[in-house]
């Protein structure tokens, strides 16, 4: 069952979580920073991984989609000159590393999903518990969360809440929206978050709120969520050195499982038939650990956004990086570009 990043806005004391880096201990064991080794925070957020790396004596170019991260981190640029950091999104890294001149890597962490920072934040449009604009763009730009709900089709709304929030109800919940749009367009939180709660009520057996499978489906919608790991997995390849390492900490099954199939496609040697003499053989580009680390009992009860996690890590060969992203069209959703222009 795919669980959340930080979509079950857990209180802790009365009040919202405090970001905390998620396995930041194995996280630090996986990738075993030395003084010197430079290396990339895909998902910069607070700057967690990154101020540990850079204790360590790290160089590290952080990398955050969100401008108010990139905002937020100007006391910790002032105070480690080896810190830099680039506004954009992590699919770019390759193209990242390179204008910064940084490759190759010797280690690059990624924590996918959605900050509690971005949730905590009302008019951000995350929350299914506060109100704000339906929003949930991560960079501020493009088409907004009201945009898919009030303009794609019903039969692709329902695939979206199936798919990425493995929302049993989905056609139920798309079929109200259509109904209630119809009269007026969604333009708040907490209006389709009442919504899906009328239309599918609250399970007794289930824990959750009956909006957060929605709520999360419509986030990595927007954002291309998946897509944007993907990508960064083939850059992360590219840019590695050998010996250098990929950590990967994700948070729901969707995320996990194109990590473990890429880190198992990429850290097996693709056999071919004699039959097949044009097909070049293809070494191993990644020695994968073992199974995913997760979260010790103490790390959960202190941070529940550790409840869900998982961090799968690799060691870079010496094999050349192969093209494209292997066996990874795992769905043939919708996109953005997709959504019917607005008042048609």
Not at 50 to 66: F, K, P, Q, T
Not at 109 to 123: A, F, K, R, T
Not at 128 to 156: C, E, H, W, Y
Request: glycine fraction near 10%; charged fraction near 30%.
């Amino acid at each position: 069952m795919m669980t959340d990043h930080g979509m079950a806005e857990e209180p802790a004391d009365g009040g919202p979580v405090r970001h905390i880096p998620v396995l930041l201990g194995q996280v630090l064991d996986a990738l075993d920073p030395k003084p010197g080794d430079r290396m990339v925070d895909g998902t910069f957020g607070a700057g967690g991984y990154s101020a540990a790396l850079l204790s360590r004596g790290a160089r590290i170019v952080g990398i955050d989609r969100d401008p108010t991260a990139i905002a937020a981190a100007a006391p910790m640029l002032a105070a480690h000159p080896g810190l830099a950091l680039h506004h954009g999104r992590f699919g770019d890294l390759e193209a990242i590393v390179a204008e910064r001149g940084e490759g190759p890597l010797d280690g690059v962490v990624l924590d996918i999903g959605v900050s509690s920072m971005q949730i905590d934040d009302g008019d951000r449009g995350f929350s299914f518990q506060k109100d704000g604009p339906l929003d949930m763009r991560m960079s501020r730009d493009g088409p907004t969360a009201a945009d898919v709900v009030n303009r794609l089709k019903i039969g692709d709304l329902a695939r979206i809440f199936n798919f990425l929030g493995d929302e049993r109800q989905a056609g139920r919940i798309a079929r109200a929206i259509d109904a209630r749009r119809a009269e007026r367009p969604f333009e708040r939180t907490l209006d389709l978050a009442g919504l899906v709660a009328r239309t599918i009520g609250r399970n007794p057996k289930d824990k959750i709120d009956p909006a957060t499978r929605t709520f999360q489906a419509l986030r990595i919608f927007v954002n291309d969520e998946l897509g944007e790991l993907v990508r960064a997995l083939v850059a992360a390849e590219r840019v590695l050195k050998p010996g250098g390492r990929l950590c990967v900490v994700t948070f729901h099954s969707l995320e996990d499982r194109i990590v473990k199939r890429f880190l198992r496609d990429r850290s097996e040697a693709a056999t071919v038939s004699r039959h097949l003499p044009d097909v070049q053989h293809k070494d191993r580009t990644f020695d994968s650990r073992n199974k995913a680390a997760t979260g010790t009992d103490e790390e959960i009860a202190s941070n529940p956004r550790a409840r869900s996690a998982k961090l799968r890590s690799a060691v870079r060969t010496e094999a050349p990086a192969r093209s494209g992203a292997g066996a990874m069209d795992f769905t043939d959703l919708p996109t953005l570009a997709d959504l019917p222009p607005s008042g048609a």
